[in-house]
């Protein structure tokens, strides 16, 4: 799961060297924590949230599958 976090988010930025992902787990939630270079947040996040809901959705999706939850959490 976090390999596929990395993947999707280095596809959308311009600095693929500057993303890290921190995975963290509260209660039965494994949330993964996304940082990307400065320049880069508007693309991770997208208008209106919309790339971030979608990033969301689909490890929504793949946690589920597995019988898991998990989310991603954008930090500035």
Do not use: F, N, P
Request: aromatic share 2%; proline share 0%.
């Amino acid at each position: 799961m976090k390999d596929l976090v990395e993947h999707l988010a280095r596809l959308l930025v311009e600095d693929q060297d500057s993303v890290v992902v921190d995975e963290k787990t509260e209660e039965d939630v494994t949330v993964y924590e996304l940082k990307v270079a400065e320049s880069d947040l508007g693309r991770v996040i997208g208008r209106d949230g919309r790339i971030a809901k979608a990033m969301r959705t689909i490890i929504r999706s793949a946690a589920a599958r597995k019988g898991l939850k998990a989310t991603i959490e954008i930090i500035d």
